[in-house]
């Protein structure tokens, strides 16, 4: 079985790190990217992480209602590596108590 070629380069630490880039204008970062590589799918470096872009309603579709399984989707991951302990994640059921709580420590 061959794999597929992702159009784009996540290139090297740091070096190729392209969040600046796509922090100042994220709609000219994914034009030219879909039109350097000719595909609405590439891949990139933000965050100094590896990243995925999909620029197709069908594309995100699918991978968010049919294979919502296989791909992290998620910022917490990304989020808990750039800031380690110092950042909590939490859903809005709990969020009030646990202000409280967290309220004495500060």
Do not use: W
Not at 14 to 39: A, T, V, W
Not at 62 to 86: A, H, I, P
Not at 88 to 95: A, H, K, P, S
Request: glycine residues 4%; charged residues 20%.
């Amino acid at each position: 079985m061959s794999q597929i070629q992702i159009p784009g380069s996540s290139g090297y630490a740091l070096m190729s790190d392209k969040s600046l880039e796509f922090y100042k204008d994220p709609m000219h970062f994914c034009n030219s990217r879909i039109h350097s590589y000719g595909s609405r799918i590439f891949q990139a470096r933000l965050l100094n992480k590896p990243t995925l872009f999909v620029c197709s309603v069908k594309g995100m579709k699918e991978l968010l209602c049919e294979k919502v399984n296989v791909f992290d989707t998620s910022y917490t991951t990304s989020m808990c590596k750039l800031f380690g302990d110092t950042v909590c994640f939490t859903n809005d059921l709990i969020c009030p108590p646990a202000r409280q709580e967290k309220r004495h420590n500060y």
